[in-house]
């Protein structure tokens, strides 16, 4: 079963690289986790540099609120502290400079959740969208949206994706530079040297 998969989208400015995955949960062996994440990094490695690159998915991770992991880690996580999966996924934001973006933004916490165990008494956010650092003001929200009929026991989680681009501005009280076509047009000399050759 593949748990990675990629789609590249061509846009106008940027080309968009999205990396969506489902990592191991809590309870498999260290190895598959080292794997899954071994995977992930070739994956990620070769997708062109220039792509804005977002990994999205089922990272099965709970991430907390540590403030030792800013600005990677958001301060709106569902979970107070990051269990194993969380601090994998937290590595792995950090050695690619990505910013966490499900846990930047203030919402209440059915908006957070993305899983709820089968018994229905506690909820998770193990769902989650990262994003590399010079684009991370792209995703303007990330929020789970309860009911949506995806015939999955997680919540579909909604990106607000805006993307920004820089065009050079010119300075207020400086003037362009304007060439003075007419000095290009030939004269009859010149005219009669390049008709003779």
Known sequence: MKKISTLRIKAKFFSISLINVHAPTEDKDEEVKDEFYGQLEAVYDSIPSNDIKIVLGDFNAKLGQEESYRPFLGRHSLHEISNENGM??????????????????????????????????????????????????????????????????????????????????????????????????????????????
């Open 88 to 197: 994998r996924m937290i590595d792995f934001a950090i050695s690619k400079n990505m910013s966490i973006r499900s846990t930047q933004f203030p919402h209440k916490n059915i908006h957070k959740e993305t899983w709820r165990t089968p018994d229905g008494l506690r909820e998770n956010q193990i769902d989650h969208v990262m994003i590399d650092f010079r684009h991370a003001s792209d995703i303007c929200d990330v929020k789970s949206c309860r009911g949506a009929d995806g015939d999955s026991d997680h919540n579909l989680v909604r990106i607000m994706y805006r993307q920004r681009i820089s065009l050079n501005k010119r300075k207020l009280g400086t003037v362009e530079k304007k060439w003075n076509i007419e000095k290009l047009k030939l004269d009859e000399k010149c005219r009669e040297n390049i008709s003779r050759k």
